[in-house]
Nanobody, 126 residues
Framework: QVHVTESGGGWVQPGGSLRLSCEGL????????MAWYRQAPGKDREKVAG????????HLKTAVAGRFTISTDKAKGTLDLQMNNLKPEDTAVYYC???????????????????WGQGTQVTVGS
């Protein structure tokens, strides 16, 4: 059983910074796509930033552009989200998402997998 887990959330004052880290990627075979999502109270879950296996940022929410940076450390097996100049509207539960294709026992067969972290709470307030 493969698990990914987030850490780094917590309380921070407006203008502060936090760095979220999703661990466990080294155990996942054939990672194709990675992303950070968040869900604020009473709102739908939304994608904050996405990163392809080739290192291309294919999505960055306009509201966080210039403040958030998504990256992956392949050696450590982490997906990270550096969050600077945090605002109260950034308050949400942040989730790590991984999509992969695992090579099956049969030639040419691949098994899709999705992994979600348990979420980490980010609270921005005075």
């Amino acid at each position: 059983q493969v698990h990914v887990t987030e850490s780094g959330g917590g309380w921070v004052q407006p203008g502060g910074s936090l760095r979220l880290s999703c661990e466990g990627l080294r155990s996942i075979v054939g990672i194709n796509y990675m992303a950070w999502y968040r869900q604020a109270p009473g709102k739908d879950r939304e994608k904050v930033a996405g990163l392809t296996s080739g290192g291309t940022v294919d999505h960055l929410k306009t509201a966080v552009a210039g403040r958030f940076t998504i990256s992956t450390d392949k050696a450590k097996g982490t997906l990270d989200l550096q969050m600077n100049n945090l605002k109260p509207e950034d308050t949400a539960v942040y989730y790590c998402y991984i999509f992969s294709y695992e090579r099956g026992a049969e030639m040419g067969r691949f098994i899709p997998h999705e992994f979600w972290g348990q979420g980490t709470q980010v609270t921005v307030g005075s």
